[in-house]
Nanobody
Framework: QVQLVESGGGLLQAGATLRLSCVAS????????LGWFRQAPGKEREFLAV?????????YGDGPVKDRLVVNRDNINNRVYLWLNTVKPEDTAVYYC??????????????????WGQGTQVTVSS
């Protein structure tokens, strides 16, 4: 069983940089594609990005954050990171880390993810 625990987030001022971290346990992170999603109130869950197992490839979603988003990973420490710069109030959401154990490069579909973190709330004030 894989456990994912996100950290970071909280309350940010517009224009700040968001940094989130997710640590995976239960199996080596290199056996998992690790992705990030978010869900704002009243909206569907949105795919942000996924890092391939070896960390050499990152697939980014086509959403409004694509140009402000960086995702990478550290397989030695079983972590995946998300940086979102110049945050805006519309970035307010619960951010989730997810793991795909089947596909080396991951997927943009939340249906393909086997494990999910509990989520971390991010609130951006104007």
């Amino acid at each position: 069983q894989v456990q994912l625990v996100e950290s970071g987030g909280g309350l940010l001022q517009a224009g700040a940089t968001l940094r989130l971290s997710c640590v995976a346990s239960g199996r080596p992170a290199i056996t998992l594609a690790l992705g990030w999603f978010r869900q704002a109130p009243g909206k569907e869950r949105e795919f942000l990005a996924v890092s391939s197992r070896d960390g050499e490839s990152t697939l980014y979603g086509d959403g409004p954050v694509k140009d402000r988003l960086v995702v990478n990973r550290d397989n030695i420490n079983n972590r995946v990171y998300l940086w979102l710069n110049t945050v805006k109030p519309e970035d307010t959401a619960v951010y989730y880390c997810a793991a795909d154990a089947q596909r080396p490069y991951g997927s943009g579909s939340d249906a393909h993810y086997d494990y999910w973190g509990q989520g971390t709330q991010v609130t951006v004030s104007s």
